[in-house]
């Protein structure tokens, strides 16, 4: 079954809306740490956030905020005023570190900020 | 310091070959693992080194292996290339040490680009 599941395939907004990219996750685990990853056009995926299971304060970094909701099982990730360099595939991913201890991806959501 | 590195960034080979992939971690990483990445999958993941040592691996046929060395540089070698094996392949290090490996924030190098004829 998929653990990860990023429903939007690609998203486009223009430049300076606000976009949230949805992540819902599956696990029978108390304990589990979730991610998401940026990964832009050079390919290297980049880290963004790390959550883990106990933790469903919402957080602020800049423009980004995530939303963690246990009850639903989701982990959403918005930008707030979009700009070009948000450009880029998203993924969330999730590590069920008593289980298996490997991280597992979503599909990702490729993110298009148009100017 | 010095990012993840891999190398070769683009290879082609033709079926039934066999390539060797190679990925340096940051300085002090011990743990790396490897991510197959394609359009249709995603990102998928191959298996994980700690101290020379396989700590776990994704579901991937035998054809897929790896290995570290006693300085955390690992290599991964698929044999038998088939059409499907047409990927970016990523690595990625961590500085996590202990049981707990994927807690932590992996670094991701700029992946290996295989295209197989």
């Known amino acids: 079954a998929q653990k990860v599941t990023q429903a939007q395939t690609e998203i486009s907004v223009v430049e300076k809306e606000d976009v949230t990219l949805d992540c819902v996750y599956e696990?029978?685990?108390?304990?589990?740490?979730l991610f998401w990853y940026k990964q832009p056009p050079s390919g290297e995926l980049v880290f963004l956030i790390r959550r883990n299971s106990f933790d469903e304060q919402n957080e602020i970094s800049g423009r980004y905020s995530w939303n963690f909701q246990k009850s639903t099982s989701s982990f959403n990730f918005t930008i707030t005023a979009s700009q070009v360099v948000d450009s880029a595939v998203y993924f969330c991913a999730l590590s069920e570190i008593y289980r298996d201890d490997k991280i597992i991806f979503g599909k990702g959501t490729r993110l298009h900020i148009l100017p | 310091k010095a990012g993840v590195t891999q190398t070769p960034r683009y290879l082609i080979k033709t079926r039934g070959q066999q390539v060797t992939l190679s990925c340096s971690p940051i300085s002090g990483h011990r743990s790396v693992s490897w991510y197959q990445q394609t359009p249709g999958q995603g990102l998928q993941f191959l298996f994980e080194?700690?101290?020379?040592?396989?700590?776990n691996k994704g579901n991937f046929p035998g054809r897929f292996s790896g290995r570290q060395f006693s300085n955390s540089r690992s290599e991964m070698n698929v044999s038998t290339l088939e059409l499907g094996d047409s990927a970016l392949y990523l690595c990625?290090?961590?500085?996590?040490?202990?049981?707990?490996?994927?807690?932590?924030?992996?670094?991701f190098g700029e992946g290996s680009r295989l295209t197989v004829l």
């Open positions: 990625a290090s961590s500085l996590a040490s202990g049981r707990q490996t994927n807690t932590g924030e992996l670094f």
């Open positions: 080194y700690f101290s020379e040592t396989q700590r």
């Open positions: 696990t029978r685990d108390t304990t589990y740490y």
